[in-house]
């Protein structure tokens, strides 16, 4: 009865703990975890005089198999699907070319509350106001620009 309990105990650790690769959140992990402390536990009784040797396999095969998720999980068909592909480390916050609108004028193509669009240089652009309402057709100046947000204000 024990040696089935402990057999049942670490493969269900085992799958909880590959199921938090799927399911993050800590719980399946946790719950991998205790399955496979009462595993070792378990180890103790069902084989005994060789407890100790059972804990060391269960913690050796659980960092390999971990490891093994790390190295070869991302390079499988699932893998590729559930992780970043793209280094976005030469990626930019803003806009290229944004700031050359400094100064500008255009006309909204939508009401400012205070966000909308305008259309500034014959391009649609999401702008912002400095907190006034300006009503759609209105003519505007560029003010400021802060990364990708351009300020704008009517012309009066």
Same mark, same amino acid.
């Given at each position: 009865m024990a040696?089935?309990?402990?057999?049942?105990?670490? @493969?269900? @650790?085992?799958?909880?703990?590959?199921?938090?690769?799927?399911?993050?959140?800590g719980i399946l992990g946790v719950m991998g975890i205790l399955a496979l402390v009462g595993a070792i536990i378990l180890g103790f009784f069902a084989f005994p005089g060789h407890g100790v040797w059972i804990a060391l396999?269960?913690?050796?095969?659980?960092?390999?198999?971990?490891?093994?998720?790390?190295?070869?999980?991302?390079?499988?068909?699932?893998?590729?699907?559930?992780?970043?592909?793209?280094?976005?480390?030469?990626?930019?916050?803003?806009?290229?070319?944004?700031?050359?609108l400094l100064h500008k004028t255009g006309v909204t193509t939508s009401k400012l509350r205070p966000a909308g669009f305008a259309e500034i240089d014959g391009e649609r652009k999401d702008v912002v106001t400095s907190g006034e309402m300006i009503s759609? @057709?209105?003519?505007?100046?560029?003010?400021?620009?802060?990364?990708?947000?351009?300020?704008?204000?009517e012309i009066k």
């Amino acid at each position: 009865m024990a040696t089935e309990l402990f057999f049942i105990l670490l @493969g269900v @650790g085992l799958l909880l703990i590959g199921a938090e690769i799927f399911i993050p959140g800590g719980i399946l992990g946790v719950m991998g975890i205790l399955a496979l402390v009462g595993a070792i536990i378990l180890g103790f009784f069902a084989f005994p005089g060789h407890g100790v040797w059972i804990a060391l396999v269960i913690i050796v095969l659980t960092g390999v198999a971990i490891i093994l998720w790390i190295k070869i999980f991302p390079n499988t068909t699932l893998g590729k699907h559930m992780t970043v592909a793209n280094d976005l480390s030469s990626s930019k916050a803003s806009e290229e070319g944004i700031e050359e609108l400094l100064h500008k004028t255009g006309v909204t193509t939508s009401k400012l509350r205070p966000a909308g669009f305008a259309e500034i240089d014959g391009e649609r652009k999401d702008v912002v106001t400095s907190g006034e309402m300006i009503s759609s @057709g209105v003519k505007i100046k560029v003010i400021e620009i802060e990364a990708n947000r351009i300020v704008v204000k009517e012309i009066k």
